[in-house]
């Protein structure tokens, strides 16, 4: 059916085109059918229907606009086409059949390429929540993520790398583990993500320091420059088909278990990873709330890792209570840079740090079993770790000469005080990270939360508990608002609701 | 957020609005969030975004500018706000948790409302699909499609109602059974489907003889002048969640079993049946396979009514032929009619619909038990059946005084002749349907296919086993390529695939 153009300036996200109704009952396709647009190197588009083109008219998205090339065609050949078979392949998982190689490396492909609807994808992930994926599917899923994007391969090795699975608020590790492990000789080409619902991300956390966007190419020569990196995944194109499932996922509010290890090793394999230790915080308010079920998770990374030719350790951390007492981008920079500085700082990040990097020495074999802690302690302690994140900062562009005082908070504070003497009986991470939010937390960099008090620590009628810091004055107001209307710390002794009677006398 | 508005003049099916890139991560939201349009009376809008939108502007979609009244404001103060309640209850059923009647309720009411977007739309199908819904869950749902649409209260009982699970190409079947259901004195509001995959629906056959787009209201008077209607239901508002709920199961190919049997008693409660009798094909090629799934699929729908509060009879038929030699509006029609007029005709026409009708002749307690086939072949003998229908067709808008010789197939017509002498052994349904849809059917009402031979029947070399109508040329033209591409019909002794040899001597 010849079709006269529309373009329609907004991006669909997908190959999509508009048809009248009425041309689309002609061509017998409905809302979600594909059609190739002929005699331009057959295009499939999506098609969507509505009554505001008109009739003899196919409305064009920018997407494939760009794909038609400079001169947009006046007229377009459109003919109805089969779905991907991809589309079939999800029927069958949702049918709880297993998938073969070649059909888990079409699905990934197709979304990928942007060529599934979004009931086509929402399908894939929730079958995917649902059923699971056997151990074959998961590493075939892994291999199809790295292979459908760029990868890097490293002439030196070992490659080693680090991850964490997230949930526990203030988890700024990363800045100190990847100096001390490249400090040491080791070549740590760390990608990391911003927060989607968290406060901080590693890659918000490193832009407060250098620019984070850099291609593949760009993140291998820094790495094989000054021996780390610390940059976002989400500028270059290693596993691509990650943030798109994320997408999905995000609105359900899920983390399929198949797509968290196979996200996971994806990234670490496409940077040709050879060490991966996996930081797995434990607790309630983490994704991972009992020891039994990280123990768990740390045999499938294990497993996977292996299959695909990894050594990977796990380390369950305590994820209850936040890393250090800092939330949101400027302040956690400016505490982990005062640990590297002067050693001064919380015992939970210093710890967490060294240890995590402490492992990672020792797999690369510059630190005896055992001894990888104590090394890693000592390169904080000497100084060297501070040297090389300045190079690294330098590599990325940044200012090396940066020190924790120059990092200024947002100009906009508040603070919460305790309404009781007592002992913080309650603590809850989630509404911490709600408040730093609220006050700009990722996006401004200088809003966050200080944290005074932790659970089970003491604290007067009046003394403060968190300092909310914030950029903007008004976003300031709503994070107080949100904690006084809610506290994210309960104080023993303290009034959670006053109930009134109204008794007449 | 106060933002400048842009009117987008496309439907985007859902209140959706579109956000700058940076000025979504500045108000913290993500694609699928939601956010209010203040000062608005808080209209709920699905974020979309993208860098085509300036920054400081929204994009404001058509069905949003409706919303917002004829004079779309200038600005719009935009604030985050959390998914509809039901997208969690949808996480439930992801969970396979029970679900209460209220939660149910709140879903089927955010279908109707357009309140969720596809990515929810289509987790809540893939879950139903997966993990299907208990007898009480079933119940709710199709109580809730009942509630959250229109309904018709008669003053009489008791109403018949009619319904084909549909999968057996050809079945024409209610314009026999409602004609001689009426004839006999009983109330029968058919209201029928367009067809989605198949060549005709019921609604687009009866549109070949009168108008079939009614109101709720119009339905119940048509009926309480005449005794039967045979209208589209997609055009009242019955049940309206249905539709919304198979455009989400389209582009996956599945029909949840909770959502088939509340999709048909949903229908059927909201125009007050009394007495239901369903028709399901079982055999090869339709939505029942065999007899054992044909008895459980009864089971269910006759508990179903039972909950409900109206008797349900299953027939069992035999569906792995087509019923009749028509497939196609108004070679189908023209097949009826003759029938109705003459008692001439296929003889699976016949005994089925007869069986149908006496079958509500019984329940409907105009026949005695074991003899409403009689009754109902005697009405159609009579021409009593023949002259309800004209009654209906003129209630209709329609010509009654219209025979099945002024009904002409497609101008354009094409035979697929038997390449040998033999019997027929393959007939496949599905070629049957795709070669008249691609033929037009149904769209092109003269669109379609008649057939000569069905499986089992003899044919000699060079006569027709089917004839190809279109009412357009290159839609025939398009049909015969695909028929004789992949035949529809295999004869014995037909030379299926020819291989071969590039042997050399």
Known sequence: MELKVQRIQIKAGKYKVVLNTEDARELGVRGGDRVQLKDHSYLTAIVETGDLIE?????????????????????????????????????????????????????VQDVVRDNLTEIEMSAFVTSSYIHGMTSDEIEWLTRAMIDTGEKIEFN?????????????????????VVPIVAANGLLIPKTSSRAITGAAGTADLMEVLAPVEFSADEIKSITEKVGGVIAWGGATNIAPADDKLIRAEY???????????????????????????IDIPVGSGTKVPTVEEGKKLARDLIELGE?????????????????????????????????????????????????????????????????????????????????????????????????????????????????????????????????????????????????????????????????????????????????????????????????QTFKVF
């Not at 983390?255 to 996971?264: E, G, K, N, T, Y």
């Not at 990234?267 to 990873?273: D, E, R, S, Y």
């Open 251 to 277: 609105p359900l509010s899920i983390d399929p278990r198949c797509q968290l290890l196979a996200s996971i090793m994806a990234k670490k394999g496409a940077v040709g990873a050879d060490c991966v230790v």
């Open 55 to 107: 009739k003899g008219t196919v409305g064009v998205y920018q997407e494939c606009c760009d794909k038609l090339g400079d001169v947009c065609p006046l007229t377009l050949n459109i003919l109805p086409t089969s779905r991907p078979s991809s589309v079939g392949f999800i029927k069958k998982m949702m049918d709880h059949q297993k998938l073969t190689q070649e059909e888990i490396y079409q699905i």
């Open 156 to 176: 030196t090795h070992p490659i080693m790398d680090k991850h964490s699975i997230g949930g526990v608020p203030g988890n700024k590790i990363s800045l100190l």
């Open 307 to 499: 299959r695909l030719g990894m050594s990977v350790e796990c380390a369950m951390t305590y994820g209850a209570s936040p890393v250090g007492r800092t939330i949101g981008p400027a302040i956690e920079v400016r505490e982990a840079l005062k640990v590297l500085e002067t050693m001064q700082g919380p015992n939970s990040l210093i710890e967490k740090s060294t240890a995590l990097a402490g492992i990672l020495l020792e797999m690369g074999g510059v630190a005896a079993k055992g001894r990888g802690k104590e090394l890693a302690m000592e390169t904080l302690r000497s100084g060297k770790a501070l040297n090389k994140l300045k190079e690294i900062i330098e590599a990325q562009g940044g200012n090396p000469n940066i020190t924790h005082t120059d990092i200024k908070p947002g100009e906009h504070r508040a603070e919460l005080a305790s309404p009781a003497d007592g002992y913080v009986i309650e603590f809850d991470n989630k509404r911490i990270v709600e408040i730093a939010r609220i006050a700009g937390a990722p996006i401004d960099k200088g809003a966050g939360v200080w944290i005074h008090r932790k659970k089970g620590e003491t604290v007067k009628k009046g003394e403060p508990l968190i300092t909310i810091f914030a950029d903007k004055s008004w976003k300031l107001t709503n994070a107080l608002k949100s904690a006084e209307k809610m506290s994210p710390i309960i104080v023993e002794g303290m009034l959670l609701e006053r109930v």
